[in-house]
């Protein structure tokens, strides 16, 4: 090694002073966003979002207004407010991650996120038209990623975008997406549907249940008894064969595939199950699925078979 080139190397060494050291704000905005976290998971809303907001200023101070670590607790923050039901102010916020993301985007699935977010808000408040624009700029985001393509995020654009073409009456485009969806819910569950018990991959299986259960109403809708019997049956057994069944799900299908048997003049087993599905969500301590949809079922059973006396107090009971 030559003096010039070993001087040049000790040029590049900096003194132990000079190299950066952990900032204890970044500590700090990483306290508060775990406790928000916290008291979200509690839907304490109005105590998470002063703290998600203190990490924010701590963010942004750092950082200042444009960065992807601002841009992610803008996000956290939108999603506070749209647990609280402030859907204006989450709109802002959600709007000002995704303008962020586009600016300084650190990947793209930062950016696909920061998409199915607005939709997802936009369509909890039924604002489907613009729902679809966003999904589908999502989805474009997704098919070209190498790494992570077929995630769960993709999953869901699938499942959203089904849903919004089953709403505009469209069923042909919904049942190819939620197919699509099915496929890839399929990859992450590596085919396994039952009693998983890692949280990622169990949040995969709920996904995927869900999509079986929707795809089940959709052929309900079109008439297509056979398919959506099937789909229907197997979406019971799972739910019931979880280590931790949920009574709602189970509820939900049931009375799903009770008003199956019912169009189809099968009356004493739309009966049994629908009576099911009641006792389950009448059950103390249940949070409860809607019971007057159950209610409803029942009683227009009754009603297509002539038992006038058995409908009309049930049908009363869903105006309460």
Do not use: C
């Not at 306290?31 to 809303?45: I, P, Q, T």
């Not at 919004?164 to 969806?181: K, M, P, V, W």
């Amino acid at each position: 090694m030559t003096l010039v080139s070993a001087i040049a190397i000790l040029s590049d060494i900096q003194p132990i002073s000079a190299v950066p050291k952990p900032d204890p704000n970044w500590a700090e905005a990483h306290r508060l966003e775990d406790r928000a976290e916290e008291l979200k998971l509690e839907e304490k809303y109005s105590e998470a979002i002063p703290l998600a907001q203190r990490a924010l200023a701590i963010w942004e101070n750092e950082f200042g207004k444009v960065h992807h670590r601002v841009a992610s607790s803008v996000n956290y923050l939108a999603l506070l407010y749209q647990g609280q039901g402030n859907y204006a102010q989450a709109e802002l916020l959600l709007k000002r991650a995704l303008a962020i993301r586009e600016k300084v985007p650190r990947g793209e699935s930062d950016l696909r996120r920061s998409l199915i977010n607005l939709a997802s808000l936009y369509r909890e408040r039924g604002n489907y038209t613009q729902v679809e624009p966003l999904l589908q700029r999502a989805l474009a985001v997704s098919e070209k990623l190498t790494v992570g393509k077929e995630d769960r995020d993709f999953a869901q654009i699938l499942d959203d975008l089904a849903l919004i073409y089953y709403l505009q009456g469209n069923y042909t485009q919904a049942e190819s997406f939620y197919q699509r969806s099915l496929a890839v819910s399929d990859k992450l569950t590596n085919g396994n549907e039952f009693n998983l018990s890692i949280q990622a991959a169990d949040l995969d299986a709920i996904n995927k249940i869900n999509t079986l259960n929707n795809l089940a109403t959709l052929y309900l809708v079109q008439r297509k008894y056979s398919q959506a019997e099937s789909l229907l049956k197997r979406t019971l057994a799972i739910r019931e064969d979880r280590a931790k069944p949920n009574s709602n799900d189970i509820a939900q299908t049931l009375n799903s595939l009770g008003v199956l048997y019912s169009k189809q003049g099968q009356f004493s087993q739309a009966e049994l199950l629908l009576n099911r599905a009641l006792k389950l969500v009448e059950t103390p301590g249940q949070v409860k699925f809607n019971s007057a949809v159950i209610l409803n079922s029942l009683g227009l059973l009754y009603q297509a078979q002539g038992k006038y006396d058995q409908a009309e107090p049930l049908l009363q009971r869903t105006l309460m």
